[in-house]
């Protein structure tokens, strides 16, 4: 069973991540797009809020590693800050992304202040690129201890 909850955490977590490491590896192409470009391009992001399933799944998978690692301390500690990272990704994404979502109707609204909003919503993916990641690379390190 430690190796089934291993496996989806792992999986899960690495899943959590497609979605801030895609905009941080576009953020620089975008970063500096001209309004209209720039309004025409974030509509490929329809839909993406689907992708926010994996962010609790992570987050329980973790948990259960966590509680099936607890034989194994550093196991097990690495398994529950994985889960708090993903906590403090979505504590970010309530933040600064989500203001900046309601702000532009998901960007198809231009206000006055659609710069700030831009540069607010694309660190913050960028922010939670770093934050996914580690808690990726504590699930990983937490799940390789557990092995049976």
């Known amino acids: ?7 989806a955490a792992i999986v899960l977590t690495g899943l959590a991540l497609v979605a801030p490491a895609a905009h941080l590896f576009e953020l620089p192409n975008k970063i ?11 509509t490929i992001y329809n839909g993406w809020w689907m992708l926010g399933i994996f962010l609790p799944a992570a987050f329980i998978t973790n948990l259960a590693l966590a ?8 196991a097990r500690r690495l398994a529950i800050l994985a889960a708090v990272l993903i906590t403090a990704n979505l504590v970010i994404f309530f933040l600064w992304t989500q203001p900046a979502n309601s702000a532009t109707a998901n960007w ?7 710069r700030s909003l831009r540069q607010q919503w694309e660190c ?12 990726f690379c504590a699930t990983t390190i ?7």
């Open 108 to 114: 198809t609204v231009r206000p006055d202040n659609w």
């Open 1 to 7: 069973m430690r190796l089934v909850i291993s496996f």
């Open 142 to 148: 937490a799940a390789l201890r557990a092995r049976p």
């Open 67 to 74: 509680a099936a690692t607890r034989d194994d301390t550093t």
């Open 32 to 42: 500096a797009m001209p309004e209209n470009d720039y309004f025409v391009v974030q």
């Open 124 to 135: 913050s993916h960028a922010v939670n690129a770093a934050v996914v990641f580690a808690a």
